[in-house]
């Protein structure tokens, strides 16, 4: 059915179309860097998604858990054996993700008899040093990204380029605002995602109001309320000043209480 | 199926290889590591070892660490052979974390416990042909019951719970006995002393195993070489630092020695 070329182009542009529809209704993720260290960011409803992967790696995903699991100990598994059979400085995010992660990922996009991973996935590297620190992107396709300030994912790159945008004119300097600049970034990227995924079901009216469109931080705040409450914030550091090797911690309740801005109260956590 | 969380077991399916006998060539002689001791003190619990590795008479190396951070709240303590010692502390930290990280929960003491039997028991041929016995004490504080615990083990890998405190390596039957009596009949028991007072109390202990067992290293004033003092206790392990060790021998130990 595929052996004819034309006929596999049509097939994996098929499986696009597919997993272009299984991220419209994900949570956004949001790292940015800081003085502190590295600050993940997400919403989500039960299953976590941001994970220590190593001394000085973490990720945060979008997709199927089941997929992101699989991936997870994958990661874990390569960076683990080649921490103990060299050293934990020879376990660097690139390597990971050039060497292992994403040739695996674009080889199950491709081969179209088989599932392909619904993932995306962010991997955060805290630099030895401060200004070295460092993101890598990965689509489903296995394309993958380097920067350097901040990353995002979100369900298209639209999103994520209006998400990248806004993020670009905040103040990252201390943790707190980096967690306000990160929270309000991730309401950017869901309410386009919403926005989105409204106008294709035919909702116009709901999503086109000038409100919706509005990157103020009264209305971020007010969606973000809205969010809060049905969903958990979970928000993850590798923290520079730990001491030790590992320097990944997840903020609790009571830290992000003093963090979050505006009022903003993480109630499920 | 099932998703791993043993990173022992992982290292195995890739091929490593852990406590293979091997014959020493006649006259080889090994090097090896020697004097660890941990007691309960007012806060935690107390872990010290002296810094000298040895092969027969030679003195190998004067600033051994072997009292080896394993997490957070965890440390092992090491006597017999330092190469087959120091695999075993990579395994576990390697496997202490990847269980945390793999998991998404800290693993329970008595699961590192039994990690480091585990390692012990797979190393018995190495340790009976002469070439990998090591008699570890490990300590790490446990969540479940609230106190920072103290094991000491053979080679065959069975442990064992030290109430009060546990020796390991040759310089510790001298120091076994003097544990003994401070405990029993001193102005207080260890597991009463502040963090100064068992500073010290561990201090003239390895002086004292020092003085009767070559294969000790004692205080090198002039090198400014001291013993590795770690603490145990509920927000983590602790080392003391040489700046803080320096005055207490000079006011409170080399004055009797």
Not at chain 1, 117 to 131: N, Y
Not at chain 2, 11 to 31: D, I, M, W, Y
Not at chain 2, 119 to 141: E, H, R
Not at chain 2, 215 to 236: D, H
């Amino acid at each position: 059915m595929y052996e004819e070329p034309y006929k596999w182009v049509e097939a994996v542009g098929n499986r696009r179309t597919y997993l272009d529809e299984q991220f419209k209704e994900g949570a956004p993720v949001v790292g940015v860097t800081c003085e502190r260290g590295i600050l993940l960011m997400t919403m989500s409803k039960g299953t976590p998604k941001l994970y220590e992967i190593y001394d000085r790696l973490a990720l945060g995903g979008m997709g199927h858990p089941a997929d992101l699991e699989k991936l997870r100990f994958n990661l874990l598994e390569m960076a683990h054996v080649e921490g103990f059979n060299r050293s934990a400085s020879d376990v660097t995010g690139g390597r990971l993700v050039k060497y292992g992660m994403a040739p695996a990922i674009k080889q199950a996009f491709e081969e179209v008899f088989k599932a392909p991973f619904i993932v995306k996935i962010l991997l955060a590297e805290l630099g030895q040093k401060s200004g070295k620190d460092g993101f890598l992107t990965i689509n489903y396709d296995g394309t993958f990204e380097e920067k350097s300030q901040y990353a995002v994912l979100a369900a298209t790159s639209a999103v994520e380029q209006k998400m990248a945008g806004y993020l670009r004119e905040q103040s990252l300097a201390s943790l707190a605002d980096a967690v306000g600049a990160s929270i309000r970034t991730w309401a950017v990227g869901d309410r386009a995602q919403r926005r989105a995924l409204d106008e294709g079901e035919g909702h116009d009216e709901a999503g086109t109001g000038p409100d919706q469109q509005a990157t103020d931080s009264e209305t971020l705040y007010a969606y973000l309320r809205r969010c809060i409450a049905e969903k958990t914030v979970e928000c993850a550091l590798l923290d520079r000043h730990v001491q030790g090797p590992s320097k990944y911690r997840a903020l609790g309740v009571d830290e992000l209480k003093t963090l979050l801005p505006n009022g903003l109260s993480p109630s499920l956590l | 199926m099932g998703m791993q969380s043993d990173f022992y077991q992982l290292l195995k399916e890739q091929g490593h290889v852990f406590g293979v006998p091997s014959q020493a060539p006649r006259g080889q002689e090994l090097t090896t590591a020697t004097t660890i001791l941990a007691f309960k003190y007012r806060d935690g619990v107390l872990v010290a070892g002296d810094r000298r590795a040895t092969a027969g008479n030679m003195v190998m190396y004067d600033r051994t660490d072997k009292v080896l951070e394993i997490d957070r709240h965890s440390v092992m303590a090491i006597a017999g052979v330092p190469a087959t010692a120091y695999e075993m502390a990579r395994i576990l930290e390697h496997s202490f974390k990847y269980f945390r990280r793999t998991q998404l929960q800290e693993l329970s003491f008595e699961g590192k416990l039994r990690a480091l039997s585990k390692l012990l028991k797979d190393n018995v041929p190495a340790a009976l042909a002469g070439t990998g016995a090591v008699v570890p004490i490990f300590v790490g504080y446990d969540f479940e019951q609230e106190a920072a615990k103290i094991y000491f083990y053979d080679i065959l890998g069975a442990e064992f719970e030290g109430a009060d405190y546990a020796v390991s390596g040759s310089g510790s039957p001298t120091i076994r006995g003097i544990l003994h009596y401070v405990n029993t009949w001193g102005e207080q028991p260890l597991s009463a002393m502040p963090e100064e007072q068992a500073t010290v109390q561990a201090l003239r202990l390895l002086t004292s195993a020092a003085e009767f067992d070559s294969a000790t290293g004692g205080v090198n004033r002039e090198a400014g070489l001291y013993p590795v003092i770690k603490f145990i206790t509920a927000s983590g392990v602790r080392t003391m630092p040489d700046a803080q060790l320096k005055p207490l021998f000079e006011t409170k130990v080399s004055r009797h020695v």
